[in-house]
């Protein structure tokens, strides 16, 4: 079965610094794969995804991440954090012939001043 | 902004209560979801839904839970009796369309404490 793995449930920023959010997957067939953020009190927002094509996949707020194949990752990062990116981060994948996500654990991230 | 509304946003009962979460999904979406997330755990996929009937499910979705869509704007899950292992915040999603540019637009959760 396929599966998310999320290193660091919690990760701890300053402000400007840079954002790295790891996630692996483990398929023999690459899936399709996605980034949700979650705010308190809110939702599942999705901040970006890969589904084919060119490998370096920009999202909202500034955030981008990137398809390794060799590697069987996808990475999130931010050059420069904001206070407003606090959230839980949740990386997923779609795999093909199926129509459910296969979450992650989620990544806190705090950003201090 | 179009968006996933759910209701209660959060709904405590005894154990083998009926409980019956509700959503209603953006209008012009076709495919519906539910996901759930024990504290502390993964959010976990429960089922999907599309033209009135289940598409696929998980191995949590078992006899206990059901899904309908009475009246063409709300998505239910129903729990016949819950049990302890069912508190969970329950997530509800809709698609406009599947496929991989399919996004899904999820609710904000509604949090079922069972005691």
């Known amino acids: 079965a396929q599966s998310v793995t999320q290193l660091g449930s919690h990760v701890s920023v300053s402000e400007g610094a840079l954002v790295l959010l790891r996630c692996n997957y483990s398929s023999s067939v690459p899936p399709y794969l996605f980034w949700y953020v979650q705010y308190p009190n809110q939702g599942l927002q999705l901040l970006l995804k890969?589904?084919?094509?060119?490998?370096l996949v920009k999202g909202i707020n500034g955030f981008e991440a990137e398809f390794k194949k060799s590697e069987t990752s996808f990475h999130l990062t931010k050059p420069s954090a904001h206070m407003s990116d606090a959230a839980e981060y949740f990386c997923?994948?779609?795999?093909?012939?199926?129509?459910?996500?296969?979450f992650g654990t989620g990544t806190r991230l705090q950003v201090f001043p | 902004e179009p968006e996933v509304t759910q209701t209660p946003s959060h709904q405590v009962t005894q154990m083998g209560q009926e409980v019956i979460l509700r959503c209603v999904p953006i209008s012009n979406h076709l495919y519906f979801y539910w996901y759930r997330q024990i504290l502390g755990q993964k959010v976990e996929f429960l089922v999907s839904f599309y033209n009135n009937e289940i598409s696929e499910k998980s191995e949590i979705f078992d006899d206990q839970f059901s899904v309908e869509r009475p009246d063409g704007s709300n998505f239910t899950l129903k729990i016949r009796s819950t049990k302890l292992e069912d508190s969970a915040m329950y997530f509800c999603a809709s698609s406009d369309r599947q496929g991989d540019t399919g996004e899904l637009f999820f609710g904000e959760g509604s949090r079922l404490t069972v005691l």
């Open positions: 997923a994948v779609r795999p093909y012939n199926t129509d459910k996500l296969i």
């Open positions: 890969y589904t084919t094509g060119a490998t």
